[in-house]
């Protein structure tokens, strides 16, 4: 029994020692577990253990942990935590060691040196307490990961220039990289990040990352300090170093502004001066001024077109000028109307007419057509009212003379020639028949003759009252778009061929007819169908109608009516059966027909024209 | 294995070079292809810094502490790499262009198994993971013809050749994968990119000091 009960016993206690020992080993093992636990789970213990703050290399060729005693302030001083490290090299388990360095001039530091500093190799730092039992902390890195270089030295800068407002500026800043890194071997490669800012503010500028030690920085305000910073990181990594020393940057550029002040008043004053002026002289209505300063804006203006008429808008007499304009010349001329218009010049300088622009024109064509047709002109080979000794008439003469084969053709008469029989002289018949006159005789066939050659000579003739010595008279057919009377015989109707006649059976009346070619009408024909003068009745209207069927065709009669329904109410006609004596031309250039009909036996004298034959012996 | 393979050759391999007749244009320097292998490398370890990133961003804090597994176990540790400053500056610049070509050709197994692994990794960045990932092997490659460029400009008689034993065989991928849960996938991509992410820094440090080194003139390039 007692063999058992040892045996027993024995095993017993040697259970009870295993216990024991495995209990202590748990206890070991505990702490060990409870250090982990409390490492690993943040317990948030009463006390902070020791541990490491940071590791650094700061060129990748040396580095250095520094650790914190935590709460446990009895721990500090030199050698009371221990430093443990471990390179595994190649897959070789490495071994322990402790740190090579403890930095005595700097508390808690181990520093590793070149020789102990391996690149591209784990390490494992341990921070142990001084008899090794105690782990605090522990820390596995490879050096490449924990680079954070120097902040990069000798910043300066320099002006580039600066704007013409003088109010900014750029400048050049170059810095020079940590002198511990060994940049220009390309064992680091560094980037840069520059920073700046105005003194007073608050926030820093940041430009973008650069990897040349220099940069530009444009923009920056004069008169305003600003600091600027730089610092660095490796490429790839993203621990920046720390900042640079800050550089202070000021331009003093001195205010201009007073400068350019006196020269916007000057200017101001100038312009206000000169507005001044002007308004005054405006005002002021001082004329020679004002066209010194102010010439007034030509404004356009045709010859013979009164103004008013264009504003009243009326397009027929609007034609009717322009067509005694240059402009339709060629196309009178290229008309199959010949015409042919005597001219006189008479010398009277009196100018009864007001100064209007026609009649200046008037004149002046008068002036001008007076010197063209001294001479006669050739016939060409028509049969023209001219005759050679007509000009040395000194009496009114005119012929009227029409085309062969062209009905339309007459000569145009201008209205002197459309006088009043001189033997009706009206009372104001003042032109003594001596009085010598120089009668021309167009040809038509002169082309730079045909334009409103006879608009004037009707004026002049008209208000010289030179129709005193006409004592013939012949009926006008026509009127020409330049404004010439168209004298035609009483047979020379459009629709009978018939050369010049004379019809002395015809009705003679001063007719004013359109020609189916004509357009328009003349003004002068549109006054002298309109101003008739009062005195004058409409019952001229059928007359003249009637009239003009004897030798004016039907279609002048048709142009005609329409032309004359349209100035019915203003077309009154002396009461004459077959003509009328045009008594004179009033200012507004119509035909005053005298509302006499004085009708003798001169009368017999056609309408139409005359022969030479008949003049001379009409004349003495 | 070569899908993600692209054929186009790398830019800088057909890059616009004047067809040579009789001696009438320029080679092309070594310094610019240098230039042209850094701008590459860079890129390389930038992308590789990012998918790291990408893939820590959603991890737990207390998860990373566990995923720290050692990175010497890398495949490519055993490449006899300098650790220096002072031993890379040591080196030739054929020896370094050669370890430079070793560890790129190290990685052109493991880079596709990355992209695999990125189509199906339980992640919600793994869109962002996948295209960097072939990415990722697509450059490595292209670096790896360039580096050989390089070489052959450099040591046109092959004395520094190496041969393909010298190149770190890889052994995980499929054998990690059956039967893994999606803890191991992920543990294992993330210590895959780490180790990449080492490797390509060291690649991308030991191009730009043989670029600078070779720029001697224009110092100011580094």
């Not at chain 1, 930095?103 to 008899?131: A, M, Q």
């Not at chain 1, 082309?447 to 030179?466: A, G, K």
């Not at chain 2, 010497?72 to 031993?87: A, G, I, R």
Request: charged share 20%; proline share 7%.
């Amino acid at each position: 029994m007692t063999s058992v009960t040892s045996v027993a016993g024995l095993y017993l206690i040697a259970n009870i020692a295993v216990l024991a020992f495995s209990i202590l080993q748990f206890r070991k093992d505990a702490d060990k577990l409870l250090n982990v636990i409390n490492f690993t789970t943040n317990i948030p213990s009463s006390q902070k253990l020791p541990h490491f703050t940071t590791c650094r290399s700061p060129e990748q060729e040396t580095f250095s942990c520094w650790w914190s005693v935590g709460d446990y302030t009895n721990l500090t001083g030199p050698g009371m935590l221990r430093v443990f490290y471990k390179r595994s090299f190649k897959n070789t388990g490495g071994e322990w060691n402790e740190c090579p360095d403890y930095r005595v001039g700097t508390e808690n530091e181990c520093y590793f040196n070149t020789t102990y500093t391996s690149i591209w190799v784990p390490y494992n730092l341990e921070l142990r307490s001084e008899n090794k039992d105690v782990l605090y902390d522990e820390r596995s890195f490879n050096v490449e990961d924990i680079v954070i270089p120097d902040p990069p030295v000798n910043l300066n800068w320099t002006l580039l220039n600066t704007s013409q407002t003088g109010l900014h500026y750029d400048i050049l800043l170059r810095w020079e990289a940590p002198p511990t890194a060994d940049v220009a071997k390309g064992w680091i490669t560094l980037i840069y990040e520059v920073q700046y800012r105005a003194v007073n503010d608050t926030e820093w500028k940041v430009m973008e990352h650069e990897k040349e030690t220099y940069l530009s920085i444009y923009g920056l305000k004069t008169n305003t300090i600003y600091e600027i910073r730089i610092r660095c990181l490796q490429l790839n990594f993203d621990k920046f170093s720390r900042f640079s020393d800050i550089v202070y940057v000021y331009n003093f550029v001195p205010v201009t502004k007073e400068s350019t002040f006196p020269v916007a008043f000057v200017l101001i004053f100038i312009v206000v001066g000169v507005a001044i002026v002007l308004m005054l002289i405006i005002f002021t209505r001082q004329h020679r001024l004002m066209m010194l300063l102010l010439p007034p804006v030509p404004i356009p203006k045709i010859k013979g077109i009164d103004p008013e008429l264009l504003k009243k808008g009326k397009l027929d007499e609007l034609n009717s000028i322009l067509s005694n304009q240059q402009t339709y010349k060629t196309e009178f001329t290229n008309d199959d109307l010949w015409v042919e218009f005597i001219e006189l010049d008479i010398d009277d300088p009196d100018e009864k007419l007001g100064h209007s622009d026609t009649h200046r024109l008037l004149s002046l064509e008068h002036l001008k057509s007076g010197k063209s047709l001294s001479m006669k002109d050739d016939d060409s080979g028509r049969a023209s009212c001219y005759e050679p000794e007509i000009p040395e008439m000194d009496s009114l003469a005119f012929n009227v003379n029409l085309m062969e084969g062209n009905p339309e053709k007459a000569c145009v008469l201008n209205s002197e020639g459309t006088v009043p029989n001189p033997d009706l002289s009206s009372p104001n018949a003042t032109q003594p028949k001596a009085e010598p006159e120089k009668a021309k005789i167009e040809s038509s066939g002169s082309e730079e003759n045909m334009p409103v050659r006879p608009y004037p000579l009707i004026q002049t003739q008209m208000s010289n009252q030179s129709w005193a010595n006409m004592d013939f008279y012949a009926q006008v057919s026509d009127i020409t778009p330049a404004g010439g009377v168209l004298l035609s015989p009483g047979q020379q109707c459009k629709s009978e061929k018939t050369p010049e006649k004379e019809k002395p059976d015809e009705a003679k009346k001063y007719q004013f007819a359109m020609t189916s070619d004509s357009a328009y009408t003349s003004e002068i024909d549109a006054k002298k169908l309109s101003a008739i003068p009062t005195t004058n009745e409409n019952d001229q209207n059928p007359e003249k109608d009637l009239s003009s069927a004897n030798c004016i065709s039907t279609e002048n009669q048709s142009e005609e009516s329409p032309y004359t329904t349209n100035e019915t109410t203003v077309i009154t006609m002396p009461p004459v059966s077959d003509y009328t004596s045009v008594h004179m031309v009033d200012s507004q250039h119509s035909l005053l027909l005298n509302p006499t009909a004085v009708q003798t036996k001169d009368m017999s004298m056609q309408v139409g024209y005359l022969t030479p034959d008949q003049m001379s012996s009409i004349m003495p | 294995m070569t899908m993600l393979v692209t054929s186009m050759p790398p830019h800088w391999v057909t890059s616009p070079q004047p067809l040579c007749g009789a001696g009438s244009c320029q080679p092309i320097l070594v310094t610019d292809l240098l230039d042209r292998a850094a701008k590459v490398s860079h890129r390389l370890h930038a992308l590789s810094t990012a998918a790291s990133n990408d893939l820590n961003n959603h991890f737990a804090p207390a998860l990373k502490l566990v995923m720290m597994r050692p990175l010497s176990l890398c495949h490519t540790s055993s490449l006899n790499t300098p650790e220096d400053k002072e031993q890379v500056l040591q080196l030739s610049q054929e020896d370094l262009l050669t370890m430079v070509a070793l560890l790129l050709k190290s990685w052109g197994t493991p880079l596709l198994y990355l992209v695999k692994e990125a189509q199906e990794l339980p992640h919600p960045a793994n869109d962002a993971l996948l295209w960097k990932m072939a990415e990722l092997s697509q450059q490595t490659e292209n670096l790896a013809r360039g580096i050989d460029k390089i070489l052959n400009k450099l040591d046109p008689t092959g004395f520094h050749s190496f041969s393909n034993d010298l190149i770190s065989p890889w052994s995980g991928g499929p054998g990690l994968e059956m039967g893994s849960d999606k803890k191991s996938h992920l543990l294992n991509f993330h210590f895959l990119l780490s180790c990449f992410r080492r490797d390509s820094n060291k690649i991308d440090s030991f191009v730009k000091l043989l670029r600078c080194r070779a720029t001697k003139m224009h110092p100011e390039s580094c």
